[in-house]
């Protein structure tokens, strides 16, 4: 299995696990130039950006440590864009990130991290 189906595999399921969760699916595979967000949700007022990481193994880390400052950073500049539609202009927002397990070709675990990261105030 190589990356890019490991990826769709782990949106996938992710995406599956949210609605099953009761979240609404706004889109998925949001994009601006240098930036994307795997999926965005919506739970009442609140908009939540997913970043999903999926892993066949954690030799080179958690899949969570791969969304570093930078990918933050990035996440919330298109985040930022997103929210300047007018139907999302009064909701909260929320960055969280879902870790797929992959065994085998299969999803072995899903872990979602709520509020994983927030936006920093440069100060």
Same mark, same amino acid.
């Given at each position: 299995?190589?990356?890019?189906?490991?990826?769709?595999?782990?949106?996938?399921?992710?995406?599956? $696990?949210? !609605?099953?969760?009761?979240?609404?699916?706004?889109?998925?595979?949001?994009?601006?130039?240098? @930036?994307? *967000?795997? *999926?965005?949700? %919506?739970?009442?007022?609140?908009?939540? #950006? !997913?970043?999903?990481?999926? %892993?066949?193994?954690? %030799?080179?880390?958690?899949?969570?440590?791969? !969304?570093?400052?930078?990918?933050?950073?990035?996440? *919330?500049?298109? @985040?930022?864009? #997103?929210?300047?539609?007018?139907? $999302? @202009?009064?909701?909260?927002?929320?960055?969280?990130?879902?870790?797929? $397990?992959?065994?085998?070709? %299969?999803?072995? =675990?899903?872990?979602?991290? =709520?509020?994983? #990261? =927030?936006?920093?105030?440069?100060?």
């Amino acid at each position: 299995m190589n990356n890019s189906d490991k990826g769709k595999l782990g949106e996938d399921s992710a995406t599956k $696990y949210l !609605v099953e969760k009761g979240y609404e699916i706004v889109t998925r595979n949001f994009r601006i130039r240098s @930036a994307e *967000i795997d *999926i965005i949700a %919506r739970s009442g007022d609140t908009i939540i #950006f !997913v970043e999903v990481k999926a %892993r066949s193994n954690i %030799r080179h880390g958690l899949p969570i440590e791969a !969304v570093t400052l930078r990918k933050q950073k990035k996440i *919330i500049e298109a @985040a930022s864009i #997103f929210l300047q539609d007018d139907n $999302y @202009a009064d909701c909260a927002c929320r960055f969280d990130v879902i870790e797929i $397990y992959l065994e085998g070709g %299969r999803v072995e =675990e899903i872990r979602h991290i =709520e509020n994983a #990261f =927030e936006i920093l105030q440069e100060g």
